[in-house]
Structure formats: C-alpha cells, structure tokens
Nanobody, 125 residues
Framework: QVQLEESGGGSVPAGGSLRLSCAAS????????MGWFRQAPGKKREGVAA???????YYGDSVKGRFTISQDNAKNILYLQMNNLKPEDTAMYYC???????????????????WGQGTQVTVSS
C-alpha cells in the first residue's frame, strides 16, 4: 500500500524559506514520477514541481528560480526547497506519485493517483 506523508510546512514572512519533505512507503521514489502540488482556498490545485522516472525535473512557471525539487533515494524521501517565498505561495502543499506520466502532463494533478494529506504553507507580507 502506497503512503505519502508530507511535513515541513509552517508560517514564514515573505522572503523566507521552507523545506517540505514527503516520506514515501510502498513505492520507491526513483521508480515513480513524483510531484508537488498546491491548492489555495478557492483555487484549483496547481502543479509546482515534478521529477520524472528518468530524473528530468519540471517546474511551474510561478516557482521557477525559487523552488527546488529533489529526492533522497536512500531515505525514500522527496523534498521541495522553497526560497524567496511570496504571499501568493500560501497554500496546502501535497506530494503525489504515479508510476508513469507523459512528460507533457507531469504537472497535471489528475495524472497522479497517490496523494499525501498535505502540509500547510503560509507566507505573510
């Protein structure tokens, strides 16, 4: 049974940093397409970043240059380093996994069938 557990969320001022973690069980992170998504109140879920099974990395336009996705294969953990946070980054952040996703769809949430419970990130201005 696949389980994904996010941690590392919190409240920070604008310009601050946070590192989110997603501990995976029931799968190995380097054999699945792994992604980070976020959803703000009243908004659609948005793809933030993803790592494909071949190691290719993708970012949403709004986070390029500020967020970094990575994974520790030995620990089976997916990370999202978030720097220079902005108030518009405030959202619930989710980790997701799917065995294989078409390259052009890696940031589309409906391509993923394994989800964590989410961790809240709040950025104050």
């Amino acid at each position: 049974q696949v389980q994904l557990e996010e941690s590392g969320g919190g409240s920070v001022p604008a310009g601050g940093s946070l590192r989110l973690s997603c501990a995976a069980s029931g799968l190995t992170v380097n054999s699945y397409c792994m992604g980070w998504f976020r959803q703000a109140p009243g908004k659609k879920r948005e793809g933030v970043a993803a790592i494909d099974t071949d190691g290719t990395i993708y970012y949403g336009d709004s986070v390029k240059g500020r967020f970094t996705i990575s994974q520790d294969n030995a620990k089976n953990i997916l990370y999202l380093q978030m720097n220079n946070l902005k108030p518009e980054d405030t959202a619930m952040y989710y980790c997701a996994a799917h065995q294989w996703v078409w390259q052009e769809y890696v940031l589309r949430d409906h391509e993923y069938d394994n989800w964590g419970q989410g961790t809240q990130v709040t950025v104050s201005s």
